[in-house]
């Protein structure tokens, strides 16, 4: 049986370990323990989602979310259940159940430091979601205060996660000015910094991905070429190359 195994069993303990580290709740749904899910929920999430099940009438984020599409209705908040922030499944890239893997090959538990990567990822999931909640409670993007030190530090804190989450970061910018962007064109320079716990400053860097992507790095080299017309379609390519292999995108106030 699988909690006979004594990798089911360390990443259990490292897991739990995890969550009370950062003040969250674990939910076991599979209980047959066949795939070792695990889902990760905020404590007031949790709450709330006590409180939707009193309800009458009660919906996953998803159907509350196709009924206002389809016809504008607006299902009350209290009916609506909250999503987990992360979850934890073992399986490889093929989706087949295997301790050696976690969530479809993304993470491999085979590495001497995965506690410290499973940290990581579960970091970067949590400061993202802390993120929004602020951006939200501060009355959205536009609300935001310049120089925001409490939005800008959840970037910070992300990136740092990010690089335990990896083992590797690399830092970098869409847009290139002056020398730099010269010694980029030129093929004397890369867009890639690697990240080392170095100090980040404000607008320093607008994207950190776990690998030095070729394709990521001709894009950006044709950007700030500027031979052909520029188009917020280049743009989009490229936030979404970030976002393809791993990364994030960055926006700074």
Not at 36 to 60: A, C, K
Not at 70 to 94: H, K, L, M, V
Request: include cysteine.
């Amino acid at each position: 049986m699988m909690s006979n195994d004594i990798r089911y069993t360390q990443q259990t303990e490292a897991l739990n370990e995890i969550a009370g580290k950062f003040g969250v709740v674990t939910c076991r749904p599979d209980r047959s323990g066949s795939r070792n899910t695990v889902l990760f929920y905020t404590e007031e999430d949790v709450e709330h989602n006590h409180l939707v099940d009193q309800q009458p009438t009660r919906y996953r984020w998803k159907e509350a979310d196709d009924i206002r599409r389809r016809d504008g209705t607006q299902i009350p908040a209290e009916c609506i259940y909250r999503d987990c922030f992360w979850s934890f499944e073992n399986s490889d890239t093929d989706d087949r159940f295997n301790l050696d893997y976690a969530n479809k090959g993304k993470l491999d538990l085979r590495c001497p430091d995965w506690k410290e990567r499973l940290e990581g990822h579960i970091g970067v999931a949590l400061l993202r979601k802390r993120q929004f909640q602020y951006v939200r409670m501060s009355g959205g993007w536009g609300a935001l205060r310049e120089a925001d030190e409490q939005y800008n530090s959840f970037n910070r804190s992300i990136i740092a996660y990010m690089k335990k989450a990896h083992g590797h970061l690399y830092l970098g910018n869409v847009n290139y000015y002056d020398e730099q962007r010269e010694q980029i064109l030129a093929g004397r320079g890369s867009v890639y910094e690697e990240y080392t716990g170095q100090e980040i400053y404000d607008f320093s860097y607008t994207f950190a991905v776990p690998t030095k992507d070729a394709s990521l790095e001709e894009m950006i080299r044709s950007w700030n070429k500027g031979t052909l017309p520029l188009s917020t379609k280049q743009v989009d390519q490229i936030t979404h190359r970030i976002d393809e292999i791993g990364g994030e995108n960055f926006i700074w106030f």
